[in-house]
């Protein structure tokens, strides 16, 4: 199957994962800072931008598998990786069931899935519901904050890159169906979790939440950041990246 991906820098490898939605455009405002300390590996996941989009539902298993074929294509044994919302999902998949291929993990506002973690919050389960408008999905994924700069940046992005109805369903099952909250007391990889505390796409008690279930784990929260917080303070984000990393 064809993933896009591209690479940026030298470096320890640094394999970035995205979210639900978002092709690997949504890395822009870090790729480069971060390409002066690390050899970044940047890539579309599959239903989205210019990877093929196969039949879904998708799984967090399959789109880790995704993740490992880039890790190969681009001929890198261990990489530190990071994980954004479903990213992060995804993320986790790979350092448990490929934890030779992780040396260092980092998870952005994501979740631990299944009863255990803190559902949705409300404003997103209403805009799922009235099947709302990417500028609306977006202002929320950047709220509290009133970032219009940020939103018409974002949104050229993601007009150009939208998916069907069909490809965002078979990539949201992969998050759906996800549950590692059994399994993370044997995660490896010292990881990092950062998290908004104003997230409304994902609960931020998740954070502290994954936390407790991973051995060796420290949180960063965000004050007052949003879904996006990598978006409003790329500045901090990279300095704590490089920071845990090396």
């Given amino acids: ?10 470096g320890e490898p ?22 002066r300390s ?3 590996l940047l890539f579309d996941n599959r239903g989205i931008g210019e990877s093929d989009v196969p039949q879904g539902p998708y799984t967090a298993a399959e789109m880790a598998g995704d993740a490992v074929q880039v890790l190969d294509e681009a001929g890198v044994a261990r990489a530190h990786v990071v994980g954004t919302s479903l990213g992060g999902v995804i993320a ?5 069931e490929y934890p ?11 979740t631990p899935g299944g009863t255990r973690a803190y559902p949705m919050p409300q404003p997103t389960v209403d ?32 007009e150009r890159t939208a998916q069907g109805f069909e490809a965002w369903s078979a990539q949201a099952a992969a998050g759906a169906g996800f549950d590692a909250s059994g399994r993370l007391g044997g995660l490896a990889a010292p990881t990092l979790i950062q998290h908004g505390d ?13 936390v407790e279930l991973i051995p060796d784990a420290r ?11 990598f978006w409003q303070e790329p500045d901090r984000f990279v300095r704590e990246l490089e920071e845990f990393l090396t």
């Fill in 1 to 10: 199957m064809k993933i896009a991906w591209e690479r940026h820098g030298s």
């Fill in 14 to 35: 640094l394999l970035l994962i995205q979210g639900l939605g978002y092709a690997r455009w949504g890395w822009e405002p870090v790729v480069e800072p971060l390409a």
């Fill in 38 to 40: 690390f050899d970044v």
């Fill in 92 to 96: 986790q998949e790979l350092a448990l």
């Fill in 100 to 110: 030779e291929r992780v040396r260092k993990l980092v998870l952005a506002c994501t």
């Fill in 127 to 158: 805009l799922m519901l009235a099947r709302a408008s990417l500028r609306e999905f977006t202002e929320n994924a950047l709220a509290p904050a009133d970032r219009p700069d940020l939103v018409e940046r974002i949104l050229v992005h993601r």
């Fill in 198 to 210: 104003g997230d409304l796409v994902v609960d931020p008690r998740n954070g502290e939440l994954l």
């Fill in 219 to 229: 949180l960063s929260v965000y004050e007052g950041g949003g879904h996006l917080f």
